[in-house]
């Protein structure tokens, strides 16, 4: 089956340390891999995304690259601010496929002065 | 960027009576329209996927009985949760795309729904 494995938070950092959260996926076939992040009382927005392997997803600072031999797609940044702290949602979708899109558990950062 | 809307933001009723969620895309014809339920500190799970002008298809263990939903406009989805209970409380979120596959699918700021 399809699932997306995300590393448990919650993730509490210093403003400016190296961030770093893992996913890891399963998947029948050859998906696109995102990054979603979620406000406090907010919907999810698009972070970044990743197509096929080896692609490399940026925006805002943050980076992930499309790794197919580990079945991997961490998330990292590195120097985070207080305005990063968020929830961090992996998430894989293929597209010729109506794009239902299977998320991970979340990952809760919290990033202080 | 593409904006999807929820109404309402947050709603509270008793248990036994239903409530109307509405998701709109503001910009964009959304031919298809995806529901999900987020539970404390747990992940988005897709409950059904609608198609405009289509009955909706739902995900193994979601009743569609409980979980009406409509997609009668391009722009305008609606979830009604019939006989509301208690355990039906949780965080509705509602995402939509366009036409074709390879669209991006854009998501709403969900509905916190509580049934005392």
């Known amino acids: 089956g399809n699932s997306v494995t995300q590393m448990e938070g919650p993730v509490t950092l210093s403003e400016e340390a190296f961030l770093t959260i893992n996913c890891t996926y399963t998947a029948t076939g050859y998906p696109s891999l995102f990054w979603y992040v979620q406000y406090p009382g907010e919907g999810l927005q698009l972070l970044l995304k990743?197509?096929?392997?080896?692609d490399k997803g940026s925006n805002k600072g943050f980076e992930a690259t499309y790794r197919k031999e580990t079945t991997s797609f961490h998330l990292e940044k590195g120097s985070v601010q207080v305005s990063d702290s968020a929830v961090y949602f992996c998430a894989l979708s293929f597209s010729n496929t109506g794009n239902q899109f299977y998320f991970g558990t979340g990952t809760s950062l919290t990033v202080i002065p | 960027g593409a904006v999807v809307s929820q109404h309402p933001s947050r709603v509270i009723c008793k248990s036994g009576t239903s409530v109307k969620i509405e998701c709109r895309s503001l910009?964009?014809?959304?031919?298809?329209m995806f529901w999900y339920r987020q539970f404390p500190k747990q992940s988005l799970m897709l409950m059904a996927t609608s198609n405009e002008g289509s009955k909706a298809t739902y995900e193994q263990g979601v009743e569609k009985d409980k979980f009406l939903i409509n997609h009668a406009s391009l722009t305008l989805s609606t979830l009604t949760v019939t006989s509301a209970h208690p355990e039906d409380s949780s965080f509705y979120i509602c995402s939509a795309r366009g036409r074709y596959y390879q669209e991006t699918q854009y998501f709403g700021p969900g509905t916190r729904l509580l049934v005392l």
């Open positions: 910009d964009f014809q959304a031919t298809t």
């Open positions: 990743a197509t096929k392997a080896d």
